[in-house]
């Protein structure tokens, strides 16, 4: 069983800055990639960055400059650092962790997301 915990969002006024994590917990070898994504009213989930285990980062163009994700392999948490918010950056935030098994089998898991509110 694997749990994927997300945290942090909250309202903040534009300008602001917010910190998101994202934890993994259960039965595994070790936590793999990690992505965030989020999905805004009346839109589609959207993409915003995914961090592997060894430090390499895929970032959306949109929000590069903005966010930075990074990671605590020790913890398993793998954060959003969130800067210069806008209305628009408002809605809930997900990440997937894709868990790596014994025997190297990857899963992806969903967390159930954390609502992220700017006002302007």
């Known amino acids: 069983q694997v749990h994927v915990v997300e945290s942090g969002g909250r309202l903040v006024q534009a300008g602001g800055s917010l910190r998101l994590s994202c934890e993994a917990s259960g039965t595994f070898w070790s936590l793999g990639s990690v992505s965030w994504h989020r999905q805004g009213p009346g839109s589609q989930r959207e993409h915003l960055a995914t961090?592997?285990?060894?430090?390499?980062?895929n970032d959306a163009d949109f929000v590069r400059g903005r966010f930075t994700i990074s990671r605590d392999n020790a913890k398993n948490t793998v954060y959003l650092e969130m800067n210069s918010l806008k209305p628009e950056d408002s809605g809930v935030y997900y990440c997937?962790?894709?868990?790596?098994?014994?025997?190297?089998?990857?899963?992806?898991?969903w967390g159930q997301g954390t609502q992220v509110a700017v006002s302007s």
């Open positions: 961090l592997n285990r060894a430090g390499v980062t």
């Open positions: 997937k962790a894709n868990v790596i098994r014994v025997g190297r089998t990857v899963t992806g898991y």
